[in-house]
């Protein structure tokens, strides 16, 4: 999950990974595991599976559409500005 509107209408530009763990499944930041220039904070963006890769498409900030699309490759976890 990358994203999303935060209570105070900031947007968020944390990445979260569902790991399934032995207790269960539990949300865990991707932030810090991923190289490369993230995406800038957004929400209302979609984002998609495409191979081995999650593409990130648009959004928007509190004041601006961000018209972007970023990829991160699921292997390396290196996100790439296309």
């Given at each position: 999950m990358f994203g999303g509107q935060m209570a105070n209408g900031e947007a968020s530009g944390e990445l979260y990974v569902l790991r399934a763990l032995k207790k269960g499944l539990a949300w865990v930041s991707g932030s810090k595991m991923c190289q490369g220039k993230s995406p800038e904070p957004r929400?209302?963006?979609?984002?998609?599976?495409?191979?081995?890769?999650?593409?990130?498409?648009g959004g928007r900030n509190r004041s601006s559409f961000t018209p972007t699309v970023y990829l991160l490759d699921l292997t390396s976890l290196i996100w790439t500005n296309v």
């Amino acid at each position: 999950m990358f994203g999303g509107q935060m209570a105070n209408g900031e947007a968020s530009g944390e990445l979260y990974v569902l790991r399934a763990l032995k207790k269960g499944l539990a949300w865990v930041s991707g932030s810090k595991m991923c190289q490369g220039k993230s995406p800038e904070p957004r929400f209302d963006h979609a984002m998609h599976r495409l191979r081995d890769n999650l593409v990130v498409l648009g959004g928007r900030n509190r004041s601006s559409f961000t018209p972007t699309v970023y990829l991160l490759d699921l292997t390396s976890l290196i996100w790439t500005n296309v």
